[in-house]
C-alpha cells in the first residue's frame, strides 16, 4: 500500500476488494445517455492520494453534505474538509466560549465512513471576526491564540489528519498579509511561527500544513518559501503545505503545477492539493452568464485530464487532493470570479457533478485512466 492508511480504511479496501475485482460503480451520467461503469474516485486512487471535497454542513441556512447528496456522490471520496463550519465565525464565539457543531458532525460521518478530515483553518485573517471583537497587546494576542488553538484543536484530537494551521498569511504583492489582525496585533508575523508550535504541543499526531493559493506563480511561491525558511516553520511542527486550486480553463500551465510541486517536495514538505475547482469563466468577472454547452464540458473533463495526469505523476509527494465542493450548485464561484463577488449567482460549472448531481464528463475523465 503506497501510504500508511489508518487501520479502519485498510479493513475498508479488503472488504470492498473481497471478490478480487474493485468496487465497481455504475454512474448514470445523463449527458452521456448511457449508464456507464468505471471505478469510484476513491478506488482508482486509492494508490496515489486522498480524494476529497469541501462540505457544507448547515453553517449557514445551508443543509448537511449528507442529507443533499446521494451515498453514490459520497462513496467516491475518502476525504472531507468543512467549507465554512470549522472557521473561527463558526467556532469561537464573542463571549469566549466555543461551539464545534459543524466540526462534530463532520467527524462523526467520516468516522462511520471510513474517510479522514482535513481541519480548515485554525488561523486566518477571514471569518475571524468573533477572534477580534476589541484591540488587544501583543501578549494578549498570542495568549489568545494559543488558548483557540488548544481548546479546537484539542477538542477534535485525534480526529483530524491534517490541520490547516494557518491560511494566505503571506501577501499578493508584499511578503505579510499585513490587513491579518493577527498580523496586525502580534505587530508581525512572528503568530505564524506560534500558530505552528501550539498545534504541534497540542495535536501531535496531526498533520500541519500551511495553506494558500496562487503557489503556482513563482513569486508568490518564493514568498512563502522565504516564509517558512525565515520563520524555521519545519523545526515549529510544519509538515507540508496546502497548494490551493482555484484555476481555470487555461491557467496555470502543466509546468507551473510541476514547478510549485517540486519546489516543495524538494524542501522535504509532504503535499496537499487544496480547493481544486475550475473557473469556467477564466477569470472574467464581465462575462454574461454562459450555458453549459457540449464543447464547454468536454474542454473541462481535457482540462481534468490534463492536471490529473500531473498529480499522478507526482503522487510520490501528494497525499491529498480535494475539490472544493461536489456540484456546480455548491459552488463559491457561482458567486465570485476574477477578484470579484457577484450579488446575484451568474452560475458556474467548475467541479464534476452537476447540478443535479450527475457526473459529468470531467468526472468520467479523473476517473479512467
Ligand atoms: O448563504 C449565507 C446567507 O444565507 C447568510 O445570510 C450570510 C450571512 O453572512 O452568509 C451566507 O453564507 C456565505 C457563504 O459563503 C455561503 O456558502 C457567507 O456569507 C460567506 O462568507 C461564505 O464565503 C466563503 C468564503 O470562503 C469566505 O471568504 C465561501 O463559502 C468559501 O468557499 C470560501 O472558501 C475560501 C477558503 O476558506 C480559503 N481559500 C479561499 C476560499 C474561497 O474564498
Not at 519546489?263 to 469556467?280: N, P, Q, R, V
Request: glycine share 6%.
Amino acid at each position: 500500500m503506497k501510504k500508511l492508511i489508518p487501520g479502519f480504511l485498510l479493513l475498508t479496501l479488503f472488504a470492498s476488494c473481497v471478490g478480487g475485482v474493485p468496487d465497481k460503480k455504475e454512474v448514470k451520467n445523463k449527458n452521456a445517455n448511457t449508464d456507464r461503469e468505471y471505478r469510484i474516485l476513491k478506488e482508482a486512487y486509492k494508490e496515489y492520494f486522498y480524494i476529497g471535497a469541501a462540505v457544507k454542513l448547515g453553517e449557514y441556512d445551508s443543509t448537511p453534505f449528507y442529507q443533499t447528496y446521494s451515498e453514490d456522490v459520497l462513496k467516491n471520496f475518502n476525504s472531507f474538509t468543512a467549507e465554512n463550519g470549522m472557521k473561527p465565525e463558526n467556532i469561537y464565539r464573542e463571549d469566549g466560549s466555543f461551539d464545534f457543531t459543524y466540526g462534530d458532525r463532520l467527524v462523526d460521518y467520516a468516522l462511520k465512513h471510513n474517510a479522514v478530515v482535513r481541519g480548515h483553518t485554525l488561523v486566518w485573517h477571514n471569518q475571524s471576526k468573533t477572534l477580534f471583537s476589541k484591540d488587544m497587546d501583543k501578549e494578549a494576542a498570542k495568549t489568545l491564540l494559543k488558548n483557540y488553538i488548544q481548546n479546537v484543536a484539542g477538542h477534535f484530537k485525534g480526529k483530524i489528519y491534517a490541520w490547516d494551521v494557518v491560511n494566505e498569511a503571506v501577501g499578493d504583492g508584499s511578503q505579510w498579509r499585513t490587513s491579518s489582525p493577527w498580523y496586525k496585533y502580534y505587530s508581525g508575523p512572528e503568530y505564524i511561527r506560534d500558530a505552528f508550535i501550539f498545534a504541534k504541543e497540542t495535536d501531535p499526531d496531526a498533520l500541519l500544513f500551511y495553506n494558500d493559493y496562487n503557489m503556482v506563480n513563482s513569486s508568490k511561491r518564493a514568498r512563502v518559501v522565504k516564509m517558512i525558511k525565515d520563520l524555521d516553520l519545519i523545526s515549529a511542527g510544519l509538515d507540508g503545505v496546502g497548494i490551493q486550486a482555484h484555476w481555470n480553463l487555461y491557467w496555470p500551465s502543466k509546468s507551473d503545477i510541476e514547478q510549485a510541486i517540486k519546489t516543495f517536495a524538494d524542501m522535504g514538505l509532504k503535499i496537499h492539493i487544496t480547493e481544486l475547482d475550475i473557473d469556467c469563466y477564466s477569470g472574467n468577472s464581465l462575462t454574461k452568464e454562459i450555458d453549459y454547452t457540449a464543447r464547454l464540458e468536454q474542454q473541462l473533463a481535457e482540462r481534468y485530464a490534463e492536471i490529473f495526469s500531473v498529480f499522478r505523476k507526482y503522487s510520490q509527494y501528494i497525499d491529498s487532493v480535494s475539490f472544493w465542493g461536489i456540484s456546480d450548485k455548491d459552488s463559491w464561484l457561482n458567486y465570485f470570479s476574477g477578484g470579484r463577488t457577484f450579488d446575484k449567482e451568474r452560475k458556474n460549472y467548475p467541479l464534476l457533478f452537476d447540478r443535479e448531481g450527475a457526473a459529468k464528463e470531467a468526472f468520467f475523465a479523473v476517473s479512467a485512466f
